[in-house]
């Protein structure tokens, strides 16, 4: 696979979104988070047949964590923003996850 603008735009903005997630580490819940995003990248890119053969599934699978990711945030996270803190960090991990949608959308197969 020869990668381009959108596949790195991909793999940062999920690299940014996992770290921002593990971060927060004495919470399980978004350890996990952040883990489950390196998991989907790395099926999504690796050169592992099982995962290449179902890369349209993987693909889905990626979206929609993610969008469920910001929805949950909407329904349940901290929405003060208060730089330097924990609940900034929600913030600029919707952001790096947006990115991350748009970079997914542009790498649709028909």
Request: hydrophobic letters at 50%; a positive charge; aromatic letters at 16%.
């Amino acid at each position: 696979m020869k990668l381009d603008g959108k596949h790195y735009g991909i793999i940062l903005s999920s690299l940014a979104t996992a770290f921002l997630h593990i971060t927060l580490y004495p919470d399980i819940m978004f350890t996990l988070n952040g883990l489950g995003y390196l998991g989907l990248l790395g099926a999504y890119f690796l050169p592992i047949s099982f995962f290449q053969q179902k890369h349209k599934l993987v693909w889905w699978a990626m979206l929609g964590y993610t969008a469920l990711t910001i929805v949950l945030w909407v329904v349940m996270g901290d929405k003060t923003f208060v730089a330097g803190t924990s609940s900034a960090t929600g913030y600029y991990a919707k952001a790096a996850e947006v990115i991350l949608l748009a970079c997914l959308w542009a790498d649709k197969k028909s």
